[in-house]
């Protein structure tokens, strides 16, 4: 399964890549469990809420799920290694974000889909 297959499931599956595996598993860790990993698949508790699409020939894409103990926000990139960053609000997870265009990008979404206020 590659990234975009990847990214098309509702639950918690993100796809690893050997230069970013361990950091995107201890973000998973620190707002949900970790179901099951297999091959270059980890799943997770929780559910995909925003799926934003890749720019800047830097970006491949992004995803936000809400976990039982928080926010995870996951980026594959095209061009460096894939990150993710948790929070226990949206608002935390925002910013904690190592690049400031995606969490404006995941910003915009969460306000289309109505799931934080505009303006926050």
């Known amino acids: 399964m590659d990234k975009i297959e990847a990214a098309r ?5 993100i796809q690893l890549e050997n230069d970013s ?4 598993k201890q973000a998973i860790e620190k707002v ?5 990993i297999e091959n270059n698949q980890v ?3 929780g559910t995909r ?4 699409h890749g720019f800047a020939l830097q970006v491949n894409c992004f995803d936000i799920y809400q976990c039982p103990n928080g926010y995870l926000l996951h980026t594959y990139m095209d061009i ?3 990150w993710a960053v948790t929070g226990q609000t949206l608002k935390e997870m925002l ?4 690049d400031q265009r995606v969490a404006k ?3 915009g979404l969460l306000i289309q889909k109505n799931l934080i206020p505009f303006g926050h």
């Open 43 to 45: 799943e997770f508790e």
């Open 95 to 98: 910013n904690r974000a190592p």
């Open 21 to 24: 595996a361990e950091v995107v």
């Open 9 to 13: 499931h509702a639950n918690g599956l």
């Open 49 to 52: 809420i925003v799926e934003g």
């Open 32 to 36: 949900s469990r970790i179901t099951k």
């Open 80 to 82: 460096g290694a894939n």
């Open 105 to 107: 990008r995941a910003h």
